[in-house]
């Protein structure tokens, strides 16, 4: 007989009960309390930072008021994002034993590729895009992520249902450039949702189903639907009270002033090319960096995974990292050179005293 796990559906919350239910069932899962656990969750519109982000420093707190966006901090690292009710939220705890491995990076492919699966089986071409992403064509349709704590593993991930990628935009803080209507087109370019790809909007039991059913077959068990046990309810009632407060939203607080945007534009025989840094000032350190101009490079995405590999790391490595970037991809830069992006970098961050170095 296959072992059973558990499958629950938590419904559309406010994001202080989400990320408290965070906290219950990888406490419980880590004390044995309750059985391994596919979790589906929505969020009501809620910007989530990150563990050790500052609100003032990541998110646009004047419009987040405007329009009713609720902001808390996860209680995992990573960056912040905006999470509504377009979203599909699905989460698995696990015990480390139950996985075979221990290495990050194949439990996450194990569990994106049978995710990839489950959007599979509703007729989308989707697969798995190392790092963490699910794509349909290039385009993302799901990011993931994944914790320990101790033996217990909080795997999390997303699917775009109907998202809406200006709100999104908006809710970050990010620089002027990047809300124009030609940026926001182009980010809409590299996002995936379900309900466009099928013509239709699902519905939201048969989307679980697929991805439930995905998950049983890559784990050979099967699953029972359950609830919420008095010993999780316990834990969420106490995290809730920690969680649902202003002293955890803004339990780091760093001015904007800390991590200023500077932005510069270098022209090059290969089209013109504009960065925008939000960089640490403290630490020298590159928290966010946004490319646009006018150049052409193909894939169109690599830009997208650049900003990537570029975000919250030393200044001093910015060189080596760019290098490294293209020395491993197949990329047409159409004209422009690796040491173009670095240039123009090392031309925003000049305009800091003493001089910050790119070597």
Known sequence: MKPAWRVIDTGLRRAAENIALNRALLEARQADEIPNTLRFLRFQPSALLGFHQSAEQELNLD?????????????????????????????????????????????????????????????????????????????????????????????????????????????????????????????????????????NTPEMQAVQAALTQAFADEFGITFEAGDISPMEQARFDSALAEIDTEDWVHMLHQPQSGVPIVEAMQKFPGG????????????????????????????????????????????????HRVHAFFAEREVDLLGLQPADFVAVIQSALSQFEPQVSVP
């Open 63 to 199: 419009y987040c008021r405007a329009q009713g966006i609720a902001i808390q901090r996860r209680i995992t690292g990573g960056g912040a994002i905006y999470f509504d009710q377009t979203q599909l939220g699905w989460e698995l705890y696990l015990h480390k034993r139950d996985l075979g491995m221990a290495d990050m990076q194949a439990i996450t492919r194990r569990i994106c590729e049978a995710a990839a699966r489950g959007i599979q089986a509703l007729g989308v071409d989707a697969q798995f895009r190392p790092r963490n992403d699910i794509e349909v064509d290039g385009r993302k349709i799901s990011g993931t992520g994944g914790a320990f704590n101790g033996d217990a593993l909080m795997f999390q991930g997303t699917l775009l249902i109907q998202f809406d990628v200006e709100k999104m935009l908006r809710v970050l803080r990010i620089p002027v450039e990047k809300l124009s209507d030609k940026a926001i087109a182009s980010a809409r370019e590299r996002v995936a949702n379900l309900a466009d790809l099928l013509g």
């Open 272 to 319: 013109l090319v504009r960065v925008s840094v939000a960089y640490d000032r403290a630490h020298q350190r590159i928290k966010q960096i946004w490319f646009s101009g006018d150049f052409f490079v193909s894939p169109k995405r690599v830009m997208v995974d650049l900003e990537a590999t570029l975000r919250d790391t030393d200044a001093a490595d910015c060189n």
